[in-house]
């Protein structure tokens, strides 16, 4: 009755449906692709906006008729958030030694915030109010907060363009990572205001490090990023707004004589405000010396996120390395040094030789 084989023509028709239907899948496909494609910092940048908004202040909050329930929201997505903070990690010591690069290469992992320049430390010591368990998210959330509005439209909002060495335009962008914000949990939270920790270390001591540690509940890490003395103030002397290094011709050396002796004044003192951090806590302190992350990015990596205890994957290691200009920036010749001025740097690095082991005048 029936036919043994169905007739060529339904298998026909059954074929093209089959052939049509995986057209369609394959059209669905790329759709979807080709925006997530194009459309993907504007997804990133609603994601950050829409991390900013949580964090509005409680007092907002409740001004709205469903204030009650946002609020037990926002707490319980900051518990989920804050819960695994087991580190804070504070930047200690200079101006211009590549503090910005090293910290937003830390910020693009999934667990981990460092603030562009929160003043954390200093935040501390003035808002008696925090020093409660309670209240230690609120503390967090500044640094959070700063971390997502530099990748809005601060230094972490556009890529390099020029080298550091030319004076172009600095930007510390990572495409695909995290920066200003997180993969459900953070781990390490921090702040690389370098020298503002210096200056609070060399004129409070360590007493705000050690409440941080109680009554956080965290451990205090510190990172020391460190660049050849004389370029790291000599680049200081260049970026004084009184010298227009920008535009000078760069085979004159500049003359700032008195700008100089400012600088190395002040470097001094943050050397000796670093050194705080390293005598009390030599464990929890790490120097990276920023033309190893320069010539070595993938390297310096992964000592920080062994010394972070964090573990960091290799496509993160890969796509920070890619942003990092391997050009070294070598300022030094670039402004006039008198013997005295030189000396006077050599006498900084002599009384903190654990600082600047290796680092001479001559050396490349
Ligand atoms: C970089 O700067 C140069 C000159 O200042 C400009 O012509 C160029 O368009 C810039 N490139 C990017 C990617 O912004
Ligand atoms: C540099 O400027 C100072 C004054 O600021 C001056 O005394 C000194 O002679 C100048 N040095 C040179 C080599 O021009």
Redesign the pocket.
């Known amino acids: 009755m029936f036919p043994r084989f169905p007739p060529l023509h339904h298998t026909v028709f059954i074929a093209a449906c089959w052939v049509g239907m995986s057209v369609l899948v394959i059209l669905w496909h790329f759709e979807l692709t080709g925006k997530t494609g194009s459309d993907r910092s504007d997804t990133y940048l609603r994601s950050i906006q829409k991390r900013a908004l949580e964090h509005t202040s409680q007092e907002q909050n409740n001004v709205n008729n469903d204030g009650a329930m946002k609020l037990t929201e926002e707490v319980t997505s900051k518990n989920e958030m804050y819960d695994r903070v087991n580190t804070l990690l504070l930047f200690v010591g200079y101006s211009r030694s590549r503090h910005s690069l090293v910290s937003s290469l830390l910020d693009a992992h999934p667990h981990m915030i460092v603030a562009d320049e929160s003043y954390a430390l200093r935040k501390w010591v003035q808002q008696p109010a925090w020093k409660t368990e309670k209240s230690r998210y609120e503390f967090f959330d500044t640094m959070l907060g700063n971390s997502a509005r530099s990748v809005k439209r601060g230094r972490r909002s556009r890529v390099a363009n020029g080298s550091a060495a030319n004076f172009q335009i600095f930007g510390y962008r990572i495409p695909d990572q995290w920066q200003g914000t997180y993969d459900r949990y953070i781990q390490v939270i921090g702040d690389k205001t370098a020298w503002d920790t210096a200056v609070m270390l060399r004129l409070l001591g360590t007493r705000a490090i050690y409440e941080m540690k109680e009554k956080l509940g965290v451990n205090i890490k510190f990172i020391h990023v460190v660049r050849n003395p004389f370029d790291n103030i000599a680049t200081f002397v260049l970026r004084h707004k009184d010298i227009q290094a920008r535009t000078a011709d760069p085979n004159v050396k500049i ?4 700008i100089l002796d400012e600088k190395i004044k002040l470097y001094n003192n943050w050397a000796e405000g670093t050194f705080v951090a390293h005598k009390s806590f030599p464990e929890d302190f790490l120097s990276v010396v920023s033309m190893d992350v320069v010539k070595r990015p993938a390297e310096s990596l992964r000592k920080m996120c062994h010394f972070l205890q964090v573990t960091c994957s290799e496509s993160y290691i890969q796509d920070c390395a890619a942003i990092v200009d391997p050009v070294p920036s070598i300022t030094r010749h670039r402004i ?1 040094w ?1 013997e005295k001025q030189i000396n006077r740097v050599y006498a900084t690095m002599r009384a903190f030789p654990v600082l600047f082991e290796g680092f001479t005048f001559e050396d490349v």
Do not use: I, V
């Open positions: 003359n700032a004589s008195e006039m008198t």
